[in-house]
């Protein structure tokens, strides 16, 4: 298991931006795929986005391509999600998580990663 902690959500009108952050310990972060998904009230967790342990390849979800970026910092075992023209359907928990090193596949699946972060709540106010 990794620890890994959420920071940078918080209230933003809409058409504003956050940038949230993903914390992680361990020396295997840097051989490790790692997303981002989030989860709305009485909805189930969806895929935002995702990056390879050398951020060369990189996927999103239809729902945020071209307002959010995903990035990675292994020097600071940091992963970044840069997000731009919020709008009030963004408003979630949003949770980084991170795949076992050896499993190099970038993936939109929950089931598909091994540890997650406690989440980080993002308000969008119209």
């Known amino acids: 298991q990794v620890p890994l902690v959420e920071s940078g959500g918080g209230l933003v009108q809409a058409g504003g931006s956050l940038r949230l952050s993903c914390a992680a310990s361990g020396r295997t972060f840097s051989s490790t795929v790692m997303g981002w998904f989030r989860q709305a009230p009485g909805k189930e967790r969806d895929f935002v986005a995702a990056?390879?342990?050398?951020?060369?390849?990189?996927e999103y979800a239809d729902s945020v391509k071209g307002r959010f970026t995903i990035s990675r910092d292994n020097a600071k075992n940091t992963i970044y999600l840069q997000m731009n023209s919020l709008n009030s359907e963004d408003t979630a928990v949003y949770y980084c998580a991170g795949r076992y090193s050896g499993r190099s596949s970038v993936s939109d699946t929950p089931g598909q990663y091994d540890y997650w972060g406690q989440g980080t709540q993002v308000t969008v106010s119209s």
């Open positions: 990056i390879s342990w050398s951020g060369a390849r990189t």
